[in-house]
């Protein structure tokens, strides 16, 4: 995966619920320019890519070039919302309850199942992908 700005750290995010991976080399947007930037100037993600936002509870699509899945995580890594395949020049409403987005592959969410209500496990490669840590870097 082509690196985006500084982010550096890279994810695994798996469905917990069904058991299923949704992407095994995530990257973090933590920052305010790392989050501003998000995936602006790619030109897609490819299968078991994708961004975790953090913290955001809403997203747009304005300049991009390709559709996206979103997940809405709260603070336990539920899925309080989600898009699937949200489509280029668009912007979702505040999710008050999320507390970090993933940006995954279109199709991802139709692919894996993955439904509101699930559980989401984001595990870091410094941790050897073991259990679920979720960043808060600033």
Not at 31 to 39: N, Y
Not at 110 to 136: C, D, H, M, W
């Amino acid at each position: 995966m082509k690196r985006v700005m500084g982010l550096k750290e890279v994810c695994r995010v798996v469905n917990a619920t069904r058991g299923v991976e949704l992407a095994s080399s995530a990257q973090v947007a933590a920052s305010f320019l790392e989050r501003l930037v998000g995936l602006l100037g790619r030109k897609g993600l490819h299968p078991g890519e994708g961004l975790i936002i953090q913290p955001c509870n809403s997203v747009h699509t304005f300049l991009m070039r390709f559709p996206i899945d979103v997940l809405f995580l709260d603070a336990e890594g539920t899925i309080v919302h989600m898009w699937s395949e949200m489509p280029p020049n668009r912007a979702t409403w505040v999710v008050w309850a999320a507390k970090r987005v993933v940006e995954l592959p279109a199709g991802t969410l139709l692919a894996t199942g993955t439904r509101p209500g699930e559980r989401v496990e984001i595990q870091t490669k410094t941790a050897g992908f073991s259990n679920p840590i979720y960043i808060q870097r600033q």
